[in-house]
T-cell receptor, first 112, second 114 residues
Framework: AQKITQTQPGMFVQEKEAVTLDCTYD???????LFWYKQPSSGEMIFLIY??????QNATEGRYSLNFQKARKSANLVISASQLGDSAMYFC?????????FGSGTRLLVRP | NAGVTQTPKFQVLKTGQSMTLQCAQD?????MSWYRQDPGMGLRLIHY???????DQGEVPNGYNVSRSTTEDFPLRLLSAAPSQTSVYFC?????????????FGPGTRLLVL
């Protein structure tokens, strides 16, 4: 069975600085996808970035990048130039064997 | 496109009552799924479907039933509500492209079971 671990329950970052949110995963499937979602206080789930297990390059989407280290089974999210609107819960998830499994999340607070 | 819609937005039930949470999508997505999110926790997969007529269990299926008679709709049934089922329920859908199908989430249904 697949598993996602997010070890940082909460983090602070200063506005305009970069921050890294950690995510490790476990799966026996050779083909899988890794996702990051943002959940603001309003509650909706917002897709941020995707990385496929066979992708050679790290995924990037604007200020978001995914630091994919396959051998270490890690998929950390890097947010550059943090903004106040980045304050939210962030969830890492793995898709394999038809199932999308989420981690417990990291609450990020951006300080002005 | 309306995307993924869920009804109702809020619901209060008494223990033992049954109800159906509705989920619909207009993007012709093959894959649909239901999650629950308890306070301060991540989403847990309840049931999923890879197409009309095909459903399977997720991480926490007990107490819930699903069916998929059309591509658009994927209702979730609570047979006999329990306080432990108090949660926020999210429905999601995606194209079934193996590991690359980005899930689009509905706005959620807040359920309180007394």
């Amino acid at each position: 069975a697949q598993k996602i671990t997010q070890t940082q329950p909460g983090m602070f970052v200063q506005e305009k600085e970069a921050v890294t949110l950690d995510c490790t995963y476990d799966t026996s499937d050779p083909s899988y996808g890794l996702f990051w979602y943002k959940q603001p206080s309003s509650g909706e789930m917002i897709f941020l970035i995707y990385q496929g297990s066979y992708d050679q390059q790290n995924a990037t989407e604007g200020r978001y990048s995914l630091n994919f280290q396959k051998a270490r089974k890690s998929a950390n999210l890097v947010i550059s130039a943090s903004q106040l609107g980045d304050s939210a819960m962030y969830f890492c998830a793995i898709y394999s064997s038809y199932k999308l499994i989420f981690g417990s999340g990291t609450r990020l607070l951006v300080r002005p | 496109n309306a995307g993924v819609t869920q009804t109702p937005k809020f619901q209060v039930l008494k223990t033992g009552q049954s109800m159906t949470l509705q989920c619909a999508q207009d993007m012709n997505h093959e894959y649909m799924s239901w999650y629950r999110q308890d306070p301060g926790m991540g989403l847990r997969l309840i049931h999923y479907s890879v197409g009309a007529g095909i459903t399977d269990q997720g991480e926490v299926p007990n107490g819930y039933n699903v069916s998929r008679s059309t591509t658009e709709d994927f209702p979730l049934r609570l047979l006999s509500a329990a306080p432990s089922q108090t949660s926020v329920y999210f429905c999601a859908s995606s194209y079934f492209r193996g590991a690359s199908g980005t899930q689009y989430f509905g706005p959620g249904t807040r359920l309180l079971v007394l």
